[in-house]
């Protein structure tokens, strides 16, 4: 990706601890100083430092694995976090798994790029490396999203295609496997996003246009509590690659049922 400097999302953010050094001893000048620069740099690194609330240690399983498992290794009560850090690891162990031509009609975004673009300071950065990632000349576009501390997974197709194909028509997934907390509130933040990738690239497409390009939300498993959903997002990710037709459409996306 050139030379650009990484974003690490694997900082860990102590919600309960103060932003700041404690003011009492200082005097009013320097105490108000102090906080403006302690506010700036939570504004700076609120998007660099995403962290999901959720957390995993396997892929979903049934429920005979999850019972011999814990009978046989019930170490600990507390389950490690799934980090975008974590998450990468995992997504780039599996993908490499992929068969070849199984990746090729894929690309994919960094699981924190839509975080990062929706900070006003990071969005020119983002919009300037997905250029560098043809999502036009794909046929699919994994976009892992973690925001407000949940996972879900956008997925675009036949971005490259006219809005006005018959057959392979763009169109977007919107993957979620808490559907009781409604995955559709991204949809104004999502559909800016694709716009602005257009926008970005120089595309003919007009505002009215892009933003009648439909965004599907199948029916998919859902999580047993709050702490799976980045699970279920690679769990997701491995099923669409596997199953993802060769001619997409609207009609035969692949079921997850």
């Not at 006003?120 to 501390?149: D, G, Q």
Request: with cysteine.
């Amino acid at each position: 990706m050139g030379k650009r400097k990484p974003i690490d999302g694997s900082i860990t953010i102590d919600l309960d601890s103060p932003a700041s050094e404690d003011f009492e001893n200082q005097p009013p000048k320097q105490c108000a100083r102090r906080r403006r620069i302690a506010r700036k740099q939570d504004e700076e690194t609120e998007c660099s430092t995403v962290i999901s609330s959720c957390s995993v240690e396997t892929i979903p399983c049934d429920q005979k694995s999850k019972k011999r498992s814990k009978g046989r290794n019930d170490v600990s009560g507390t389950k490690k976090k799934l980090d975008t850090r974590a998450f990468d690891i995992h997504f780039k162990n599996m993908w490499r798994n992929f068969s070849e031509d199984k990746r090729t009609p894929f690309t994919y975004f960094d699981s924190l790029w839509f975080s990062a673009y929706m900070s006003s300071s990071s969005k020119e950065c983002m919009l300037t490396w997905i250029k560098e990632k043809h999502i036009f000349s794909k046929r699919y576009v994994l976009v892992p999203i973690v925001y407000w501390r949940h996972w879900s997974l956008l997925i675009f197709c036949n971005l490259g295609q006219s809005l006005q194909s018959e057959n392979s028509p763009p169109c977007m997934l919107l993957l979620d496997s808490l559907q009781m907390a409604g995955p559709r509130r991204l949809e104004p933040a999502i559909r800016k996003f694709v716009f602005d990738i257009y926008k970005s690239e120089g595309r003919p497409e007009s505002r009215q246009s892009i933003s009648q390009i439909p965004l599907l939300v199948p029916k998919v498993p859902q999580q047993r509590n709050d702490e799976e959903c980045g699970n279920y997002v690679l769990y997701f990710i491995s099923l669409f690659v596997q199953q993802a037709p060769e001619n997409f459409s609207m009609k035969n996306y692949p079921s997850f049922i």
